[in-house]
């Protein structure tokens, strides 16, 4: 999965699979997490949020299901 650079506080990268709903968040601190399920619509309106670090933290982190990949 490619990951895109974010503009963002403590969030490195973001990366998006479409076909399998995934999405994988790589943190300032180098650590990945990948959380499943996760609609487009979702990742969609994150990409376009202002405060996405604050996106992740109210609608994604305790909504899809995540495993830490490093």
Do not use: A
């Amino acid at each position: 999965m490619v990951r895109n650079n974010i503009n963002s506080s403590n969030i490195f990268s973001l990366g998006y699979d479409y076909e399998n709903k995934l999405l994988e968040i790589e943190f300032d601190s180098g650590e990945i997490y990948r959380h499943s399920n996760v609609p487009k619509s979702v990742y969609e309106k994150m990409m376009n949020s202002e405060f996405v670090g604050y996106y992740i933290n109210y609608n994604v982190r305790n909504n899809y299901p995540c495993v830490k990949l490093k």
